[in-house]
């Protein structure tokens, strides 16, 4: 009986990112091997599940499996809690792909992975040209994502991916001329692909139906599946500023309304690019980049991270010091959780801790911004981190994800998790 309770507090420690000796938050190397070994070569993060136990990232390190030696990138699923990793990007035969994938999205419950690849041994590839598939996990079998519904390959390049958590939708984005809505003129399109009905649709459209007039991708969904979001400089799109910058929308796909969301409190269009929009499960936050001047206190001189409220309209600067200032750098890539209390980016702002980007947590509740891409000495990674454009939080606040380069980190250029964050 006792060892059953040890193991149950040790499975709930885990995953509420806790410790028992207590004390502040502590970094840890997630891209290891099945046997606890770190990774041997750089690795990068894709996602986390939002209950913090499955962790998909791509590496070319030769002591994971189907890397040829270290020679080709493959993208690996981490199960967290029985330390456990497998390789994701091979064929249903079990062949590794024979040429890069990276930048993979994983469904609650671990059981389907996207990712994008160029190998010419997955289903309707062709080495050299990136497209999407998905890796149903428990059954072993591979499937292109990026193709029409009557099962067509896309006939150009499809990538950048994301699953919604309930492991239904792929929302992904193309030059494919045959796919609906294609412009035919290089500009990419945005899509939502649906696994159970093996359908997909157009994602980047006025709420009319008509497809964007221009370019249009950087998906991001929904747990759910039901909102997504995208950045567009289609002039057919609310709140276009018609000089072929973007602004950020999210199209609800049962109401089948296309909505602004780069805006201020106001409701007026950002007057300046807005991009790179990542949507909290919940769907009511949207996290985006803007170097617009109208949305206050930014002044349009950095790139910075705002949070929409979908539900109450309201938009708020997030990239700024604990003394509320906007930071004097580039930010971008805001990840808010179900809450909006908490966001978490990345920034090169000089007014923030660190050298080179950085990745900050902004507590919107109590005005604070603490420096999370850090040793356990409480030293910026020396070489800077990043994050993905995907999940990087846990649904509970307790745990954040990214990847750091620089020799004063454990591992060294490799996935890592700070927490307990509260």
Same mark, same amino acid.
Request: with cysteine; net charge neutral; proline share 5%.
């Given at each position: 009986?006792?060892?059953?309770?040890?193991?149950?507090?040790?499975?709930?420690?885990?995953?509420?990112?806790?410790?028992?000796?207590?004390?502040?938050?502590?970094?840890?190397?997630?891209?290891?091997?099945?046997?606890?070994?770190?990774?041997?070569?750089?690795?990068?993060?894709?996602?986390?599940?939002?209950?913090?136990?499955?962790?998909?990232?791509?590496?070319?390190?030769?002591?994971?499996?189907?890397?040829?030696?270290?020679?080709?990138?493959?993208?690996?699923?981490?199960?967290?809690?029985?330390?456990?990793?497998?390789?994701?990007?091979?064929?249903?035969?079990?062949?590794? $792909? %024979?040429? @890069? *994938?990276? #930048?993979?999205?994983? &469904? !609650?419950?671990?059981?389907?992975? /996207? +990712? =994008?690849?160029?190998?010419?041994?997955?289903?309707?590839?062709?080495?050299?040209?990136?497209?999407?598939?998905?890796?149903?996990?428990?059954?072993?079998?591979?499937?292109?994502?990026?193709?029409?519904?009557?099962?067509?390959?896309?006939?150009?390049?499809?990538?950048?991916?994301?699953?919604?958590?309930?492991?239904?939708?792929?929302?992904?984005?193309?030059?494919?001329?045959?796919?609906?809505?294609?412009?035919?003129?290089?500009?990419?399109?945005?899509?939502?692909?649906?696994?159970?009905?093996?359908?997909?649709?157009?994602?980047?459209?006025?709420?009319?139906?008509?497809? $964007? %007039?221009? @370019? *249009?991708? #950087?998906?991001?969904? &929904? !747990?759910?599946?039901?909102?997504? /979001? +995208? =950045?567009?400089?289609?002039?057919?799109?609310?709140?276009?500023?018609?000089?072929?910058?973007?602004?950020?929308?999210?199209?609800?796909?049962?109401?089948?309304?296309?909505?602004?969301?780069?805006?201020?409190?106001?409701?007026?269009?950002?007057?300046?690019?807005?991009?790179?929009?990542?949507?909290?499960?919940?769907?009511?936050?949207?996290?985006?980049?803007?170097?617009?001047?109208?949305?206050?206190?930014?002044?349009?001189?950095?790139?910075?991270?705002?949070?929409?409220?979908?539900?109450?309209?309201?938009?708020?600067?997030?990239?700024?010091?604990?003394?509320?200032?906007? $930071?004097?750098?580039? *930010?971008?890539?805001?990840?808010? &959780?179900?809450?909006?209390?908490?966001?978490? +980016? =990345?920034?090169?702002?000089?007014?923030?801790?660190?050298?080179?980007?950085?990745?900050?947590?902004?507590?919107?509740?109590?005005?604070?911004?603490?420096?999370?891409?850090?040793?356990?000495?409480?030293?910026?990674?020396?070489?800077?981190?990043?994050?993905?454009?995907?999940?990087?939080?846990?649904?509970?606040?307790?745990?954040?994800?990214?990847?750091?380069?620089?020799?004063?980190?454990?591992?060294?250029?490799?996935?890592?998790?700070?927490?307990?964050?509260?």
């Amino acid at each position: 009986m006792k060892l059953v309770l040890a193991a149950a507090l040790a499975c709930l420690l885990l995953f509420a990112g806790t410790t028992l000796a207590g004390g502040g938050p502590r970094t840890k190397v997630e891209s290891r091997t099945s046997n606890g070994a770190v990774a041997s070569a750089e690795s990068d993060m894709a996602e986390i599940s939002p209950n913090g136990r499955y962790l998909t990232f791509w590496s070319s390190a030769a002591n994971l499996p189907g890397t040829a030696g270290g020679t080709i990138e493959q993208v690996f699923l981490r199960d967290r809690k029985t330390g456990k990793v497998k390789l994701i990007s091979k064929t249903t035969a079990g062949a590794p $792909g %024979d040429d @890069t *994938s990276e #930048d993979s999205s994983v &469904s !609650a419950n671990g059981s389907r992975v /996207v +990712f =994008e690849s160029t190998a010419g041994n997955l289903p309707g590839g062709v080495v050299g040209d990136d497209q999407v598939y998905v890796r149903f996990v428990k059954t072993g079998r591979t499937k292109r994502v990026s193709k029409t519904s009557g099962g067509a390959p896309a006939d150009n390049e499809s990538y950048d991916a994301s699953i919604s958590a309930n492991g239904r939708f792929v929302v992904f984005e193309s030059y494919a001329t045959n796919l609906p809505g294609a412009l035919g003129s290089g500009d990419e399109q945005a899509y939502i692909h649906d696994l159970k009905r093996n359908k997909t649709k157009l994602l980047s459209r006025t709420s009319s139906g008509a497809p $964007g %007039d221009a @370019t *249009s991708g #950087d998906t991001a969904i &929904s !747990a759910k599946g039901r909102i997504a /979001v +995208f =950045e567009s400089e289609a002039n057919n799109l609310p709140g276009a500023l018609g000089t072929g910058e973007f602004q950020v929308y999210a199209r609800d796909l049962k109401r089948a309304k296309t909505k602004l969301v780069s805006k201020s409190s106001a409701g007026v269009p950002a007057n300046g690019d807005s991009f790179d929009p990542l949507i909290s499960d919940n769907s009511r936050f949207v996290g985006f980049t803007s170097v617009a001047d109208n949305l206050p206190p930014a002044d349009g001189t950095y790139d910075q991270v705002f949070v929409h409220d979908r539900k109450k309209g309201k938009t708020a600067l997030v990239s700024r010091t604990s003394a509320d200032d906007p $930071g004097t750098g580039p *930010s971008g890539n805001g990840y808010p &959780s179900n809450n909006g209390r908490y966001v978490l +980016f =990345e920034s090169e702002a000089s007014d923030l801790p660190g050298d080179f980007t950085q990745i900050y947590l902004r507590d919107r509740t109590r005005g604070r911004t603490k420096l999370l891409s850090r040793n356990n000495a409480g030293e910026p990674a020396a070489d800077g981190a990043d994050i993905p454009r995907n999940r990087v939080l846990t649904a509970n606040y307790r745990l954040a994800f990214f990847d750091a380069a620089g020799d004063n980190m454990p591992g060294i250029d490799q996935v890592y998790s700070r927490g307990p964050l509260r």
